[in-house]
């Protein structure tokens, strides 16, 4: 399939600011995912199923929270033509908030650590939904077509690999320049949310002062007013119910987030325990998100030729099959990982890419049928759905850890690892996000959306959409 439109051409500021806010979504992303699972039990001393839960009750939040925040901020863009004031209010709380997550008082350890550090994770993760969502919300009202949605996003995940790359590598490089443990901890979390609010602040000035919609319908859509949270949460279910577009991609995007998270969360772990230096992670994230760089113009110029499904499909097997290639790493680690990792990261841009051209799609068909802008609800569940993953990534590597034996420390000794523990940590950073990547190609087939649906002046039939 090749397109043959003629490209749609949009604000400069616009596409800048845009992208730039993935400096924040890429840093909250990235460094909770990375290290505070390590931070748990390394550092703060907490056994390995309890940080399991630490890392889920924040993304439970989330999934009652993100829907709320999507209804209110579609009822604000109808009343006031933009979403800027939430992205406003999420840059100016999160920097405080990030910082404390890590900053847990010394006094504190087991438990007590563990307490502190839900209770920072949850409202950190508040402010950032007050962001994030809207934010994934504005490509449906300022991209108006099929491939200028990718062309907006394509400059925004490259921006997003850099701040992977930069927090990924930077953030345990500053904690260690720190003076590591609790210290250094407490500067990277303090460096890092500032970092973040600065990346949100792009968002909100590239953001236009009023956007609409773009839909081929007689009168602009309408946004749903929700008077309660129940209600916020009605709709939020109602676009599942009632979109089996969105229902698939959201299921693919979820099951890759969880991949890609337990990939994350599992990389300090195979630094310290496979590859021997807590130092490796820096090397392990260069890889793995480094080759986005290379490979984001060549990605959407096959999103053009071939469709946004296929090619997130060919994406998609390609890092399943790289994450399986790392099992053999249990009993020779060695240089050859990187490479491994590093086709993962050529696959990884597809998977960032695509399914977040292809949620505008779903806005845009949705609000020409309907009359209805549920941009915000959509992107509220979709939020909800990739946190939650990205959290339960985690959750589901720790769970692996705490049933193959792995013993936790306080101190700054490496401890000796029972043998059924240093499989586990493999077995979690290959064969675990390879199935969850597998798994997440049967919802994709039945994606129904293509270009010419898409962009079509009328409405498509039912037959065509199901």
Known sequence: MT?????????????????????????FGTLPGLVLAYYLTDTLGVAAGLASLVVTVPKIWDVVIDPLIGARSDVSAARHGSRRRFLLAGALCLPLLFAALFATPRALSGPAAAAWVVVAFVAAATAFSVFQVPYIALPAEIAPDYDSRTRLLAPRIAVLAVAILAFGAGGPLVRDAAGGGRAGYAVMGLVGGLVIGLGMLAAWWGAPRRAGIAVAAAAPPVAPRPERRGDALRLGVATLRELPAFRRLLSTFVLQALATGA?????????TYALGSEGAVTFLFAALVAPALLVMPLATRLSRRIGKRRALAGATTLFAVAALSLLPMRWAPGGWVYVSVALAGLAYAGMQLYPLAMLPDVASVDARERGVDRAGVLSGVWTAGETAGLALGPTLVLGMLAVTGFVSRTGDAVVDQPASALTGIVVAFSVLPAALAFLSLLPLARYPLSEAVVDASVIPSKETRS
């Open 263 to 271: 990939m994350l969360a599992g990389a300090q772990y195979v630094a």
């Open 3 to 27: 397109s043959t439109s003629v490209p749609v051409v949009l604000p400069r500021r616009t596409v800048v600011g845009y992208a730039l806010g993935s400096v924040g979504t890429g840093g």
